[in-house]
């Protein structure tokens, strides 16, 4: 366990995010680089970046409290100074998609306001579920709320974005690379310190797996509100503008429905989350379609 | 610890006939320190294809490299994401890596 955890060390972090694929960016992205001119110009893909951009706040916002929490709640040395790093992972993402809103033309004085129209109601339930489980301390659950299934959901829903954007947007693509780097330390210490625990305390299991049919429940409904009302890829073509084909999960986005992109997505991240609980002993529940 | 095989253990099943090896180049995979970099790479999706010195980690989805081919026993080191993994023969035949908890 003691060599487990060594690795996820201060230095580690150091050597290999700040100094490593951060290094000579800002705010995620390298200096001057631009959301383009199309996306500023055009009041429906502006506001669809808005609003896409301020669920990506408010999923962020939800981490940082949890990793946060959960230091004092974690049981060991090594754990907590994992978490001091998670947390402040956490604290750039919420800084660099509040940067972007930003950029996309949000006043800094609007931005609470814009927050609260556009944030999802369902995303926020998902976030009350986990954060309720951080209120109580409970660790285990907390990670694998906040380590297994959140960031497992955001690992896949950042994945599906940067193949949608990197060649359209490549500052967003920059910026959502970044954050992909870091959701893999995430998930692999959810993964690797719970695997572990769950051993010690077998009866947390049928509480976490009420909260993952929960939390996926919110999850989804978030989704089917997200793709549903988008109205990019309408707008797109009316502007005449091809859409990238880019590759996601083995399917030709550019050929695919909001609906479609929707079902691949939401299937892509289920069949993560039973995978991954199966590897540490969790049975996955299937949620309600909403 | 250089390369992600850790290869201190006893002998495992097939160890018998020299291992393969091979040249590693830096595939531009930077969210690791410099010098572990060339042992890892993105998976790049639909027609890509791994190595026999190659397999990918099922938790974060980045190929792990060896200097050397690998082989069903070897315990492979996910550096992006800290897992350790034991390679195993999938149902398919191909080699994958499981996570060593």
Redesign the interface.
Known sequence: MSD?LS??SIQ?WL??CP???LDGTEFGHLPGEGEPELLLENDILREDAIATTVQMVVGERCALAASSGLINAAPDEGSRRYLATQTLDEARHVEIFTHRLYDLGVRKDQLEDVIRRYANPNLVRFAEVLLEKVDRKDFVSGVVGQNVVLEGMAFSVFEMMHALSSELNPKFGRTLAGTI?D???H???G??RI??LL?QYPEKKPEIERMQKEMSYWMLATFADSFRHNQTQAEMERLGQERPHS??Q?VDLGVLSPEQMEDVLADTVLKEFK??LG??GVEYQTPARP | MNDPLQLEDAPVAGSETPRLRFLLDDSGFDEVPKKYRRFYRKWRGAGDVLAPNEVICPVCKVVIRSTRELRVGDRVYCMPCMSRLVVMRAEDGTLEARVAY
Do not use: C, H, L, P
């Open positions: 487990f690795a996820y580690n050597e290999s100094q490593g694929y780097a959701e893999r330390r998930v692999g210490f993964e690797n695997g572990s051993k590759d996601y083995g995978t991954r590897r540490i």
